[in-house]
């Protein structure tokens, strides 16, 4: 028999019972992995309660719930997401911003046949509401949170006092806030479609300088007193009364190094505002400027003025604001103010002889139109433009409105007349272009009409539109310019007054090119002279043409501009008629005699 020691390690009698509990081992995990097996196998199903967001999957097949929930939670899915960032509302574009709902992922989550132990229990043992998961593509959730970041920031609002007139506006503080753009990331992502209350959204908020408690100091002690009484202005001892409906839109309240409100009063402002008032009590001043006799420019003779100057206003007005009764009067002196231009710098502009002229004619029978062209030669006239100044046609006429005396008149709108307010200005800025392109000054902008007016020289015309185009020049003569009109009803001239630099200037033309036809267009809307009516128009071809200008000093060229010009076709128009909606004309030929319906702007 052999020794103990020689003998197998598993022929010892004591490892018996260890190979048994081995075995035992083996068994049972097997039967463990055997019951998996059959329960993964038996999950085909979703456990009975189970719901995801409120729709009932329980006991379903996995692709019977994925359609289910795919159908049922879409909308869900893509309404606007509202979050909450301090006390306001706003909403997200979830598929813009990159979140979506993962069904798959939620399924397998809700017990769904799934290797996962703890969810093949839960589907054996029943289900319950199983919150949806969702993913998110950071960089798309990332940009759409910088973009709402932007309507989320605000600067804190500061405490103030403003006046309406005499009525004193309290402003209250309002905190500031910075979106904390990551953690509104992290936010979005994990509470979409989490819950139905609004997402909070992290945010720093900025308190203002300027309290509640300050704003009510300020009303009380300042503004509600300044307000409650007029003010008597006594200016070199004569009186007028200045009420507190005047003084309001001077006033304002800033605060300080300390945060306290302090009140300033804008001095040239109030002086707009009271200007009636004190009228009788200042003597104006006039500047220099020339008036046209037998012919010729003479200076009239600028003055100087005695006005109240504006900072002694502001400071003698300013603290008595506070007092009462009549401790309410401040006083101040009258100054000597010089005129901007006096007689002397007049007498040295040398303007002194009719450098050009120019007249253009037109229709008398369509009244509106020559309304405008003479409010706007009235507003133009007597204009000085100094040595290198720019003129401008709109800034000297303005804006061309009802208020300001303007008719409606008509205007080429997209190759097309219309009736608008200011049709007919265009007659005044062809006729001072002309002007300026014989007195030989430096042409800035002008635009010509977009098709060709046979009342106007061939590409020597000129068309403005408030806002968009204008005529311009600049004085380049080294002496003033004095621009004065005159206007007949069939006629308006433009002068310009100075010192002659050239001693001709001539105007050369080429032969018309690049002749295009005009069209004919049927409009339905009735002929008619308010706006929205329509304009009859005669047709005329578009060409191109170019123009010279040749500057001379002594008899001798010293300079030749060119200016080209390209005209659209003028399309003929007929009102109140249907038909083919473009027609090109048989004849490439214009109308020679236009109607006074086919005038423009």
Same mark, same amino acid.
């Given at each position: 028999?052999?020794?103990?020691t020689?003998?197998p ?39 009975? $309660?189970?719901t ?11 692709a ?80 759409? *949170? ?18 309406? $007139? ?6 209250p ?111 104006? $001043? ?8 037998g012919?010729?420019?003479?200076? *009239? ?15 003698? *007005? ?6 009462? @009764? ?32 120019f ?55 997209? @190759? ?22 014989f ?9 010509p ?9 061939? @590409?020597?015309?000129?068309t ?14 080294g ?35 690049q ?16 706006? @929205? ?7 005329v ?37 249907? $038909? ?11 109308s ?10």
């Amino acid at each position: 028999m052999l020794p103990e020691t020689l003998l197998p390690e598993n022929l010892l009698p004591e490892s018996v019972p260890h190979r048994r509990a081995v075995l035992y081992g083996l068994c049972a995990a097997g039967g463990l992995l055997l019951l998996w097996v059959l329960a993964y196998l038996a999950s085909g199903g979703i456990a009975d $309660g189970t719901t995801v967001r409120g729709v009932e999957i329980g006991g379903m097949s996995r692709a019977a719930a994925e359609a289910k929930l795919n159908r049922e939670l879409a909308d869900d899915a893509a309404r606007p997401v509202a979050v909450r960032v301090g006390d306001e509302t706003l909403h997200l574009d979830p598929k813009k911003a990159g979140l979506r709902l993962d069904v798959p992922a939620t399924l397998d989550a809700a017990g769904a046949r799934s290797w996962n132990p703890v969810t093949l229990v839960r589907g054996f043992f029943g289900g319950g509401e199983v919150a949806p998961v969702t993913t998110a593509d950071k960089e798309r959730l990332r940009a759409a *949170v910088d973009t709402f970041a932007d309507k989320a920031d605000r600067k804190p609002v500061e405490g103030g006092v403003r006046f309406e $007139g005499a009525k004193v506006v309290p402003v209250p503080p309002g905190q500031g806030r910075t979106l904390d753009r990551p953690g509104a990331v992290e936010a979005l992502r994990s509470s979409y479609l989490e819950q139905t209350e609004p997402i909070e959204l992290p945010a720093e908020l900025t308190e203002p300088h300027v309290t509640q408690e300050e704003v009510d100091r300020a009303v009380k002690e300042f503004a509600e007193p300044a307000m409650s009484a007029p003010v008597t202005l006594v200016v070199d001892g004569k009186r007028a009364v200045v009420p507190p409906r005047l003084i309001g839109p001077a006033l304002s309240l800033k605060p300080d190094e300390n945060d306290r409100l302090k009140p300033s009063l804008d001095g040239h402002r109030l002086l707009e505002h009271i200007a009636a008032e004190i009228a009788p009590l200042e003597v104006q $001043g006039r500047d220099a400027t020339f008036r046209i006799v037998g012919g010729r420019p003479h200076v *009239v003779p600028s003055a100087q003025g005695r006005t109240v100057d504006a900072g002694e206003l502001a400071k003698a *007005v300013l603290p008595v604001l506070t007092e009462k @009764g009549d401790a309410r009067r401040a006083e101040v002196s009258l100054h000597v103010s010089d005129p901007s231009l006096t007689t002397a710098e007049a007498q040295a502009l040398g303007v002194r002889e009719l450098v050009s002229q120019f007249t253009t004619y037109y229709p008398s029978n369509f009244r509106p139109r020559l309304v405008n062209i003479h409010r706007a030669a009235d507003l133009m006239n007597n204009t000085l433009v100094l040595p290198g100044d720019e003129f401008s046609l709109n800034r000297e006429v303005g804006e061309r409105t009802e208020a300001r005396g303007f008719a409606a008149g008509y205007i080429i709108d997209h @190759g097309k007349l219309e009736v608008d307010f200011g049709g007919g200005v265009s007659q005044l800025a062809t006729t001072t272009f002309n002007a300026m392109f014989f007195a030989g000054l430096d042409d800035v902008e002008h635009h010509p009409h977009s098709f060709y007016i046979s009342r106007y020289p061939e @590409g020597r015309e000129a068309t403005v539109a408030w806002g968009a185009k204008d005529l311009r020049f600049r004085n380049d003569s080294g002496h003033g310019i004095f621009v004065t009109t005159a206007y007949t009803n069939s006629s308006v001239t433009v002068r310009m007054w100075g010192t002659k630099v050239w001693s001709e200037v001539r105007a050369g033309k080429s032969a018309r090119s690049q002749v295009k036809p005009f069209k004919t267009i049927y409009d339905p809307r009735p002929l008619g002279t308010k706006p @929205g009516d329509c304009v009859k128009q005669d047709g005329v071809e578009g060409f191109a043409v170019d123009v010279t200008r040749a500057l001379y000093r002594g008899g001798t060229p010293v300079r030749t501009e060119r200016f080209h010009t390209v005209y659209q076709p003028e399309d003929r128009i007929v009102c109140g008629a249907t $038909g083919p909606r473009r027609t090109t004309s048989p004849t490439a030929t214009p109308s020679p005699t236009p109607t006074p319906t086919s005038t423009a702007d």
